[in-house]
């Protein structure tokens, strides 16, 4: 039985065999439809989320299978007291995989340690979201065509931004990646990011505190959120909160196929004026999000699909 905690748990060639899945899903999803035919997926989040939950559950159920699960802590017994640890052994009882979104790092992995069915994490605190990253690597690779030979400017809150760390941990497998860090001083990537991962693996950065210093460079730009609920003073996020604004005016300085990422939600950094330029990639990102899923889905239950399920394959 696997789990999946990093996206490092799998290897280059898994990674690649999954987005090829992904992507043989989004072009033939009724190949797919009753797959996970009488499977369980329980969705168990502690922290509040619209795409990976909904996209999850989405998942599950274009794949044929059902869904449960809890959105707040506040509906769970975790609000009188429950573990991670019982929460899990419970769950294994009543589903046959979980995702799990805690605002506290390594809860996901604690949970994993004592489950008998898969455990996907969904996002730990400010430390890791992988099935972010699949969603990410999915829509570069389909958009770019590669997942290599790119500059990746990274804006934002890359302090507290796991998608950020994540992303990083991921790309840094594929031949000659550049990284453009692109913060405020107090928002900059972790020193053991910036040390174990980047500089012990020779992995070419700069640190920048300009947008407008970046743009002409880029491949793809990630744009992130400054989370609130990272901040320990209001008034630090306040003073942060609109420290970068993507509008029309800087998508001028930018290549003509650089892409526009953001794990999403937005607040103010991207302005809606951006959305209808063709290098906004955004909202076709949460939709990569729901394939992915499903291949993660199906690769972690270990069902294969023929390419003739139910004897034929019908067009979308
Ligand atoms: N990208 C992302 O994790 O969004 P949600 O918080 O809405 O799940």
Do not use: W
């Amino acid at each position: 039985m696997r789990h999946l905690m990093s996206p490092l748990d799998f290897s280059v060639a898994e990674l690649d065999g999954l987005l090829e899945l992904a992507s043989d899903i989004e072009k033939h999803p009724q190949k797919y439809a009753h797959a996970c035919g009488g499977k369980k997926l329980a969705t168990c989040f502690y922290e509040p989320s619209t795409r990976t939950r909904l996209s999850f559950e989405s998942a599950m159920l274009s794949l044929g299978g059902s869904v449960l699960g809890f959105s707040s802590a506040d509906s769970s017994s975790a609000s009188k007291g429950e573990s991670v640890s019982d929460t899990i052994r419970v769950i294994s009882c009543y589903a046959d995989i979980c995702a799990m979104r805690h605002p506290k790092e390594g809860a996901p992995l604690v949970a994993s340690q004592k489950s008998t069915i898969p455990v996907i994490n969904a996002g730990d605190g400010g430390h890791q979201h992988p099935t972010q990253t699949l969603t990410d690597l999915m829509t570069i690779r389909s958009l770019k065509g590669q997942l290599g030979d790119l500059t990746i400017g990274l804006c934002g809150d890359l302090k507290f931004g796991r998608t950020v760390h994540s992303l990083i941990h991921a790309l840094i497998r594929y031949p000659n990646i550049r990284f453009v860090l692109i913060s405020p001083e107090e928002l900059r990537v972790p020193s053991y990011i910036r040390e174990e991962v980047l500089q012990n693996n020779n992995i070419p950065f700069q640190e920048v505190e300009r947008l407008e210093d970046a743009m002409s460079q880029l491949d793809i730009l990630y744009m992130t959120r400054v989370q609130r609920e990272r901040f320990f003073n209001e008034e630090d996020y306040v003073r942060m909160k609109d420290f970068y604004i993507l509008d029309k005016q800087k998508m001028s300085l930018a290549k003509e196929d650089m892409l526009v990422l953001h794990p999403l939600p937005r607040v103010n950094e991207i302005s809606v004026e951006v959305d209808d330029d063709p290098r906004a990639a955004y909202f076709r990102q949460a939709r990569y999000g729901v394939y992915v899923r499903m291949a993660l889905i199906l690769t972690l239950l270990e069902i294969t699909v023929s390419d003739a399920p139910d004897g034929k394959e019908q067009s979308c």
